[in-house]
């Protein structure tokens, strides 16, 4: 038996920085996935390394016997985004593996891809039975990104009515409005949106909560409901020239970008910050035309978001294969700019600093100003829910952390009775595995509410699991 992981082939760079849609990974082929699965010797260790808890030597069985069916059934127990997640999860599993010293972990996202473009017709292949479990409750769910739209799949095969809220004309949240098509294609997303929308929950689209319809209209109307808008609102910095043309958050640059517009982005770009989107703008500026592009982050190579981790490494080595420059430890001071337009970024070098915090801190070394010369500035430094659409009185009595997320209990209900929420704006991963996960637990939480407020007979066996998570081992 050969125990080296297969490894995954990439598209050319330079051609694939041409377009906007040509995919960086090429999917392994049948040989490549049965002999990447039997590498698996089934301990088992990945599964307490997914958020979601999905059985990973499971499904990577099911593949090693050329049954995707079931590797299917076995993913969609815990993830209605298989191929999404199989595209760009950053794969917390993996580190887990016990093979990661031993010629690198079992590629349990890329078999995952290969399961999910190998199975064209979900329906079919799941052949889901819809629950009744004696009555019909209503749920509202505000927003339609991974986490909202986990629930809506759920829920409504659970029998409960869903009617989901969404604010953009298109479901798939920051999976089409913030991941590029390079990293994930929009096929994969609209096979599975479709999918998940297809058992019976109803989507509202251009509604957006507190503009077109009022929170506390959804409180009085529905019997639940579940908050998953994820972190929408751009922290900007006040950086000194943040104004200026040509200086962007990179929400905003990446949402027009996924919205087909054209941005002159001129020959070089920075982008200002070191994580999942710093990375993404960083690249897509190559595919609008920028001949150079810098990364410049606060931190050291080794302090950066997701770091250490395989999927960090795979990221960085993405970036440079295109040809990304990095400018590590940086502190910007002010961003220079000519005739309103900015045209380069002053800046300070940092050195990283142990103030017994856990994490290095970087401090700016002032005695020396640097300067590079760009025609474009994205700002990649984060951003937050926004909770504006909820009343005062209300948001008094929902618990929140001090950097602003809601707290939830262990089925992701807020303090408030009946109102869960989910995904970017309680958890701390911010991933899109976590945000399903949460609405696992979620649905799980709100048929046991159901059940206590006598509008639900039963609440069905098959979820509740606590061994492996506290919600179903299977839904078939
Ligand atoms: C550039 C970028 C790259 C990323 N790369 C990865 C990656 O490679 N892997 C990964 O796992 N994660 C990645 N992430 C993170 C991932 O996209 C999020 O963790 C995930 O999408 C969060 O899911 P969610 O359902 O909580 O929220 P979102 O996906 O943000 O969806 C929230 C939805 O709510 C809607 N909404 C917001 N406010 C309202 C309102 N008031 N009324 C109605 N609707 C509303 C929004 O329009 C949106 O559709 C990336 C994020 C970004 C920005
Ligand atoms: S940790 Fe690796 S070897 Fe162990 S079950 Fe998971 S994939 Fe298989």
Redesign the pocket.
């Known amino acids: 038996m050969n125990y080296s992981r297969v490894p995954i082939k990439h598209f050319d760079p330079d051609n694939r920085v041409k377009s906007l849609d040509v995919q960086t990974l090429v999917p392994y082929t049948i040989e490549e996935v049965a002999a990447e699965a039997s590498r698996c010797i089934g301990c088992g260790l990945c599964i307490e390394g997914c958020p979601a808890r999905i059985d990973v030597p499971g499904f990577q069985i099911a593949v090693k016997n050329g049954n995707l069916a079931e590797g299917l059934k076995i993913n969609f127990e815990k993830l209605p985004f298989v191929g999404?997640?199989g595209?760009?999860?950053?794969h917390p599993c993996e580190d887990n593996c016990l093979l990661d010293d031993n010629n690198g972990p079992v590629a349990t996202r890329h078999i995952k891809r290969f399961i999910s473009e190998n199975s064209p017709d979900y329906r079919e292949m799941l052949d889901v039975v819809q629950n009744d479990l004696g009555g019909h409750p209503r749920v509202a769910i505000?927003?339609?990104?991974?986490?909202?739209?986990?629930a809506a799949f759920y829920l409504s095969i659970n029998g409960i009515q869903v009617d989901v809220?969404?604010?953009?004309e298109?479901?798939?949240?920051?999976?089409?409005?913030?991941?590029?098509d390079f990293?994930?294609s929009r096929d994969t997303v609209e096979k599975e949106t479709d999918h998940v929308l297809s058992y019976g929950a109803k989507i509202h689209y251009n509604?957006?909560?507190?503009?077109?319809?009022q929170f506390d209209e959804l409180v009085q109307k529905y019997d639940a409901v579940y908050i998953?808008?994820?972190?929408?609102k751009p922290s900007k910095t006040r950086t000194p020239g943040v104004d200026l043309k040509g200086v962007y958050h990179?929400?905003d640059f990446?949402g027009q970008v996924n919205y087909g517009k054209k941005i002159e982005v001129g020959e070089s770009v920075a982008i200002i910050g070191g994580?999942?989107?710093a990375?993404?703008?960083a690249r897509i500026s190559f595919r609008l035309g920028a001949k150079k592009v810098i990364v410049m982050y606060r931190r050291a190579v080794t302090d950066r978001p997701g770091y250490p981790s395989s999927?960090a490494n795979e990221?960085l080595d993405e970036a440079e294969e295109e040809r990304v420059q990095f400018i590590w430890e940086v502190t910007p001071i002010e961003y220079v700019g000519e005739n309103g337009k900015v045209k380069g970024i002053k800046y300070w070098k940092n050195e990283m600093v142990d103030k017994g915090t856990g994490r290095r801190e970087p401090v700016p070394i002032k005695d020396k100003e640097y300067l590079v010369e760009v025609d474009t500035v994205i700002e990649?430094t984060g951003?937050k829910?926004?909770f504006?659409?909820i009343p005062r009185e209300m948001m008094k009595k929902i618990n929140v952390t001090p950097s602003g997320d809601l707290i939830v209990n262990q089925y992701n209900m807020t303090s408030f009775p009946g109102i869960f929420a989910?995904?970017?704006?309680?958890?701390s991963?911010?991933?899109?595995?976590?945000?399903?996960a949460?609405?696992g637990r979620a649905s799980m939480g709100m048929l046991f509410y159901f059940k206590d407020m006598g509008k639900i007979d039963s609440v069905p066996a098959k979820l509740i699991n606590f061994e492996r998570g506290p919600y179903g081992e299977s839904y078939y």
């Open positions: 999404v997640c595209s760009v999860c950053p505000i927003g339609a990104g991974p986490s909202g739209l986990s809220f969404e604010q953009t298109k479901p798939g949240g920051m999976m089409v409005h913030g991941i590029p990293r994930l509604a957006k909560i507190g503009r077109d319809v998953a808008i994820g972190n929408w990179a929400l990446l994580g999942f989107t990375f993404d703008a999927n990221e990649a951003q829910g926004d504006s659409f989910g995904g970017d704006i309680t958890n991963r911010k991933d899109i595995i976590s945000g399903v949460d609405s």
